[in-house]
């Protein structure tokens, strides 16, 4: 008799496809993987983006971990809803978004919020909302450093640091430095180049420093690629995301990461065309597709394979050994990106030994929730 594998259904015919499993032992695993790499979790500021799921935040308040970092308002609401203590929307906010904030920071008055500006003009729009309520907004700096996607150059903090200090209703709280495009396989070459953005940033820490009447600046860097080199600067606190869930893209670029696959995309055979083609019902709409074709699913049980096309509803599949394959079978794959397609279910599916033992909502994949 074949030995059943770690990802397979005891009792598949009960769920719908495509699903969405998570996988609670795994799940567990990298939280306690991320912990001992970080060597503390009072020093990690996961990012909720990857999973969106109250119950895996509590899983992490469980081991220690207390910070969290989000780019939705609806993330920082499913953050607080699951009494997290200290809450950074990694984002800078705009008009309306502030009123959201300020209405759920009243709403939850004991928990610790912060978010992002990289400009005057924005930490005065949030200086002066916030004062309209009587009440401060908590504010990192976000470092450009060398994305080139949001932030400022490192020679631009200490002059927004001094027009910030002017403030009467900003309260400065550190540096926030997403290095997502050091991806590097090598992880020597990830260090080297994290060590080169990082000269400009410690010297503008150390200006800061001089020129006021903090001890020290807090600084949060980094997401999962650059993890494990920031986990060895224990001046930084280190925000990973994607490595609660893991996923195929990581698994093959970062060598060093230990990450356990903790999330599976369940799909099923739904038609045979022609002879060496398989239709699944895992379409655009179920697995992130920014990718090329080839770089979205990879399949645990199926071998000798190529994704030729996907629609809406639909991926074909060509295979080598099709006869043996039929109408009704179902297929288990790991995303090539994690992230964008947890956002694409209502709700997982949660396996303990081979068994959906309950149901998670995806309760910050929408826009809105309650504010």
């Not at 207390?66 to 780019?71: D, E, N, R, T, V």
């Not at 010297?203 to 600084?219: E, F, M, T």
């Not at 190529?306 to 790991?334: A, I, M, P, T, W």
């Amino acid at each position: 008799m074949r030995e059943k594998q770690w990802f397979e259904l005891n009792d598949a015919d009960e769920i719908d496809s495509p699903a969405l499993l998570i996988y609670k032992n795994r799940v567990a695993f990298n939280i306690k993987t991320m912990i001992n790499i970080a060597g503390d979790p009072g020093r990690l500021v996961p990012h909720v983006k990857t999973h969106k799921m109250a119950e895996i935040v509590k899983m992490q308040l469980d081991a220690g971990i207390s910070q969290f970092k989000c780019a939705t308002i609806a993330e920082a609401e499913m953050l607080s809803e699951a009494e997290a203590k200290n809450i950074l929307l990694a984002y800078q906010l705009n008009f309306a978004k502030v009123k959201r904030f300020i209405s759920l920071i009243t709403k939850y008055p004991h928990i610790h919020f912060a978010s992002l500006i990289d400009n005057i003009d924005s930490a005065k729009m949030l200086s002066d909302l916030f004062g309209e309520e009587n009440l401060i907004a908590n504010v990192f700096i976000d470092v450009d450093a060398g994305m080139h996607r949001t932030g400022i150059a490192p020679e631009q903090i200490f002059d927004l640091f001094l027009k910030i200090q002017k403030l009467s209703n900003l309260q400065f709280e550190g540096l926030h430095v997403y290095d997502g495009h050091i991806r590097d396989e090598d992880f020597e070459i990830r260090k080297q180049k994290v060590a080169e953005a990082f000269e400009k940033i410690n010297a503008v820490k150390q200006q800061i420093i001089a020129n006021s009447d903090l001890q020290n600046v807090k600084i949060i860097a980094g997401g999962t690629p650059t993890f494990t080199v920031h986990a060895l600067n224990k001046e930084v606190d280190c925000s990973p995301g994607t490595c609660l869930l893991w996923d195929h893209g990581y698994d093959d670029l970062l060598a060093e990461q230990p990450f356990e696959f903790a999330a599976v995309l369940m799909t099923r055979i739904i038609s045979k065309p022609a002879p060496g083609l398989i239709t699944t019902d895992l379409g655009h709409k179920s697995v992130a597709a920014e990718n090329p074709i080839s770089k979205r699913i990879f399949f645990l049980n199926l071998s000798d394979y190529e994704v030729r096309s996907q629609s809406e509803e639909h991926l074909v599949v060509e295979v080598k050994d099709g006869e043996n394959l039929h109408v009704g079978d179902v297929l288990y794959g790991v995303p090539y990106h994690i992230c964008p397609t947890v956002a694409l279910y209502d709700e997982a599916a949660v396996v303990e030994n081979g068994n959906v033992v309950d149901k998670w909502d995806v309760v910050a994949r929408r826009k809105k929730t309650t504010i």
